[in-house]
């Protein structure tokens, strides 16, 4: 009878390698400035009537991929240089005039999500402030992808409560997990409401403690996620916010970490 051969060293260290390499989020698509795509965004800024502003607007239109994929991130660098009202308001006027879908905003901004520009980051996040949550959440339950880690996190900085929503509405959509329960979440959003009232009462403080930590060790990520958002947002609604955030900062859900290592990063206030 033959004995069971080991495995090689060098099978398991591949074998490591790829399993870190899974789990590793993708390094964010960097933005190049196309200098025809933004001659032809300032062209359009400088159109002084109508006519030549659909000359400019058609001649953007050929020089972008049919999708607008290209076009979508340039918008957020001309953002960056953009000086006085009429520049800033050019993206959205050429969003508009050529029927970018919010679709295609979504497909053009969401790759680079986790530039580590933050200026650039917050243009782009600007791009994708014109959507409303229940139209991302929408979008997110069309497609087979699940929401990046640079996704992820812009929906727990615009709204925690609103990104769980948002999370549990696109998984739905792909059939992939149940809705979470919301119950212990309900009692930390009624401290924010009152916190932000002026009227949190001390034991409304230690509910939301106790409901916080809860969540920061619920099974669900889309719950510890939540956790991490506001225990760096509102860190007087923790026991321990700083400690909180740093212990799911090392969460083995990718997606926590990025929520979590946000707060850490912008510190908790």
């Known amino acids: 009878m033959r004995r069971a051969q080991r495995p090689h060293l060098a099978t398991i260290l591949a074998g490591a390698l790829t399993a870190v390499l899974l789990a590793a989020p993708a ?24 006519q030549q502003l659909a000359v400019a607007l058609e001649n953007l239109r050929g020089a972008s991929e049919p999708g607008f994929s290209d076009l ?16 800033g308001m050019t993206p959205a006027l050429i969003v508009s005039r050529l029927g970018i879908s919010q679709q295609q905003i979504l497909r053009g901004v969401e790759p680079h999500l986790d530039t580590d520009d933050p200026a650039l980051r917050a243009q782009l996040e600007n791009l994708l402030g014109a959507l409303e949550l229940d139209e991302l959440g929408a979008l997110l339950a069309q497609r087979d992808a699940p929401a990046t ?16 929503e948002v999370l549990a509405q696109g998984e739905a959509g792909r059939g992939a997990g149940a809705a979470p329960s919301t119950g ?41 996620a939540y956790a991490a958002a506001v225990a ?15 212990r799911l900062a090392s969460d083995p859900e990718r997606r926590v970490r990025a929520v979590a290592r946000t707060g850490v990063t912008s510190g908790t206030r």
């Open 27 to 50: 390094p964010a698509a960097e933005v190049v400035p196309d200098g025809e795509l933004q001659a032809g965004i300032a062209a359009v800024a400088r159109a002084r009537d109508e």
């Open 72 to 87: 979508v991130p340039q918008l957020a660098l001309f953002l960056l240089e953009a000086k006085g009202e009429r520049a």
């Open 184 to 224: 212990t979440l309900a009692v930390v959003e009624q401290a924010r409401a009152a916190l932000a009232a002026g009227t949190a009462s001390d034991q409304e403080r230690a509910r939301a403690a106790d409901a916080l930590e809860a969540l920061a060790r619920d099974p669900d990520w889309r719950l510890r």
């Open 232 to 246: 760096a947002e509102e860190p007087r609604l923790a026991a321990d916010g700083g400690a909180l955030v740093g």
């Open 149 to 164: 880690d640079g996704l992820v996190r812009y929906l727990y900085q615009r709204s925690p409560a609103r990104a769980v």
